[in-house]
């Protein structure tokens, strides 16, 4: 297995687009042994509901999403051969599977709070995304408006809900509660700029050891651009972006609606001509 990476700008490698004393998450996915105890911690922390567990008969992994009640969500990805008629062959140190504990980006540029009509999501001091629950009133805006599927409405209080980057822990100097209780180190807390530089060390000692297809998602070379500029919780991955569900050039919605306006006004532009050419023939 190879990832055909799809970088945008190979001069963006390793930057962030972060402001000052940012703070976030490096997930490198290499490490993630998918013992969900980032997922657990996580709903202990934020006293979220369990999941409603049944087997959704097409992974082993039962909690499927992110949601309104999961706000970390590590991904079962089996790799299969490219005829789907047993395992792949992969590259030394990887099995069958890849485990990938995925999360709210925190993008530098973000799209649910620019969409937010209540001034509900907020940045924060540590440049990081949160949803201000006694101001969110549900009108779900944000829902659409975020690139990677991330904010989810409640079907009990209604309300829009995500990952806060355990804002209250960092208020008091703790590191998040899946950081914390990641056995492996798959996910790293910490200073955008320090953790940028250790993914770019992290990638490279990969790739001198056999993995040639790693590398980091969420600098701005690497889907970090289109108005995102940039991400405050970025990955180490080993497969197209898309392997992950993840999208390989995120864009902001908005961006998208003057050139669909255009689009649109040419073609009713198109359509009237054509109409009173028609009429005029008759
Ligand atoms: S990933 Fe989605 S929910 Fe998280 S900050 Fe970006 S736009 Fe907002
Ligand atoms: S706690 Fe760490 S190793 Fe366990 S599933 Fe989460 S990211 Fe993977």
Redesign the pocket.
């Known amino acids: 297995m190879s990832a055909s990476i799809p970088l945008i700008d190979k001069s963006l490698v390793g930057t962030t687009g972060a402001r000052p004393g940012a703070m976030g998450y490096l997930t490198d996915t290499t490490l993630c042994i998918g013992c969900k105890a980032c997922e657990v911690a996580c709903k202990q922390w934020n006293q979220l509901p369990m999941d409603n567990f049944e087997w959704t008969g097409h992974s082993y992994d039962h909690t499927k999403d992110l949601g309104a009640t999961t706000w970390r969500h590590v991904a079962f990805i089996e790799q299969m051969s490219s005829d789907g008629d047993g395992s792949a062959t992969l590259p030394p140190f990887q099995s069958d599977w890849l485990m990938m504990s995925d999360i709210?980006?925190?993008?530098v540029k973000?799209?649910?709070?620019e969409a937010c009509p209540t001034g509900a999501i907020i940045r924060t001091e540590f440049d990081t995304?949160v949803i201000q629950q006694d101001i969110c009133n549900g009108c779900g805006y944000c829902v659409p408006s975020?690139?990677?599927g991330?904010?989810d409405l409640s079907t009990t209080d209604h309300k829009a809900h995500?990952c806060t980057l355990c804002y209250d822990r960092m208020v008091d100097g703790l590191e998040p509660a899946c950081a914390k209780a990641c056995p492996t180190d798959s996910i790293q807390f910490g200073p955008i700029d320090e953790l940028m530089e250790r993914a770019q060390r992290r990638v490279a000692d990969l790739q001198a050891r056999g993995i040639r297809s790693a590398y980091i998602y969420g600098d701005r070379a690497v889907g970090g651009t289109y108005g995102i500029e940039g991400l405050n919780s970025f990955f180490i991955l080993t497969a197209e972006p898309e392997v992950y569900n993840l999208p390989a050039a995120p864009a902001l919605p908005q961006d998208q609606v003057g050139p669909a306006f255009l689009t649109t006004l040419g073609a009713a532009i198109a359509l009237g001509v054509a109409a009173i050419a028609a009429l005029r023939g008759r």
């Open positions: 709210c980006k925190h993008c973000a799209g649910c709070l995304v975020c690139p990677f991330v904010p995500k």
